[in-house]
């Protein structure tokens, strides 16, 4: 049972970490600890991306600025109470870290598989220019009854086949993570930055039940 659930939600990243580990949560006794990988794009930009590291895995208090990791794990979600609302938070929940002398330029540093179900109805829209997208929310089922909700972006043809998914449609997603910057108004005068985290598409397909 475990074993097959874990397998519908697999990452890999591999990139460089740009800060400390601070403390997330704790469950059962077991600290959880959050800190950013800087993971490269084929283009000269990067993604910075939360990874969730149980303090039983690695020594959460060391110093590794700087220094390059290759994690598997899962994209998990959960959500934060603040604001006097809930906000979901994404992170790579790490199940093996491993540190690395140098991430070669033809390693595949960032890679996501989904296997899970739309929970709202897809969003399809065009952007001034013409181009596609399409955010699909899918619902990738833990053990024990929990779920994470995790946020997909398509573009061009796959945003139009993912515009007639339906709620509860089980669907298979390949991709990527990315982090992308907004503005939050918070009032009239007031607007902050913050970043998003979702999986950009490069391939999906419905599964049958």
Partial sequence: ???????????TIMGEI?????????????????????????????????????ERLLDVKGDYKGMNVAVNGQFRSYNRHEERKN???????????????????????N???????????PIYRKTPLGREIADVLLAVN????????????????NARYANQFKVGERCAIWGRIQ???????LSEDEIEKRV???VSV????????
């Fill in 18 to 54: 740009v800060s400390d580990f601070s403390f997330s949560h704790e469950i059962f006794g077991e600290g959880f600890y959050l800190a950013d990988i800087r993971v490269k794009r084929l283009s000269e930009s990067y993604d910075e991306i939360p990874l969730m590291v149980s």
């Fill in 142 to 157: 833990r053990p024990y009854g929990k779920s994470d909700y995790i946020p997909c972006i398509c573009w061009g043809r």
């Fill in 87 to 109: 906000r979901l938070v994404l992170s790579v929940f790490a199940r093996e870290i491993a540190f690395v002398d140098e991430v070669e330029e033809s390693a595949k540093s």
């Fill in 179 to 185: 982090s992308r910057e907004y503005m939050k108004k």
């Fill in 202 to 209: 490069s391939k999906l397909e419905l599964l049958e039940e």
């Fill in 1 to 11: 049972m475990t074993d097959k659930v874990i397998e519908n939600n697999q990452v």
């Fill in 111 to 121: 890679q996501i598989y989904l296997d899970g179900y739309i929970c709202k109805e």
């Fill in 196 to 198: 998003a985290f979702e």
